[in-house]
């Protein structure tokens, strides 16, 4: 059943069970905290490691909390921790964006520096316990940022389902909106059957509404053709 997607509709979050936040809030939550505990360890290591007195390219490193590390890979490390508690401080859709390309880069450096180990252009004083905590912080963030937003069905209500306001900026549905609470139930009512047909849970009723609505495109269309049914015993005939 083709028509046109009702951007407005898809930006209205469904209502969450009293007592229970948003998905929406829960993902930005996950997320965020996630974000920071690995910013808080990321930052304590390079600031431990300044304090250290580390040389900026040695190759050798020095502990610091079970790891390797020299000058270069403190500051690498307070930089990376700076980039993700602002995001953390940003929209869901940043945090998520900044969470997955930090993992990625981490999974990048995994494998790079296992190949420089022990030889002189091993920049960033990597030891092999490092090189298994980039790959588990990596994975981490990935999932994290990943985290209700790369999926084939989103919820309605998560962050990442809704259109951005820029994609919708050239786009004029003012005149296609409800216009009274008879046309804002309507819009309720469709959206509800629709649902349901797709679900497989339909009424009788549901189901000729949503079957004479296939093929209109026009918001408008769709409305006055399921409010026609409301306006006598049997409805306009379904086309075949």
Known sequence: MARRPHLRNRTTPRSAPAGEPHLGARVFIVQRAGA??????????GILGFAGGLDYFSTDGQRILGLSSNGLLSTISVIVAL?????????????STVMIVIGLLFLASALVNLA??????????????????????GLLLLTLGAYGRISGHLPPDSPYARPRTEDDEDVDLTSEMPSGPAEVAAEQAMRDAEVAVVQH?????????????????????????WMSFDKGPRGPAVRR
Not at 39 to 45: E, G, I, S, T, Y
Not at 85 to 92: D, E, H, I, T, Y
Not at 201 to 225: F, I, N
């Open 83 to 95: 980039v993700l508690l602002a995001a953390a401080a940003r929209s869901p859709r940043v945090v």
């Open 36 to 45: 920071v505990l690995v910013a808080v360890f990321l930052l304590v290591f």
């Open 201 to 225: 849970v339909a009424t009788d009723d549901q189901r000729r509404r949503v079957a004479a609505m296939a093929g209109l495109h026009s918001r408008v269309e769709r409305r006055r053709r």
């Open 116 to 137: 420089v180990l022990r030889t002189s252009v091993n920049l960033l004083a990597f030891e092999f316990e490092n090189v298994v905590f980039s790959v588990v912080v």
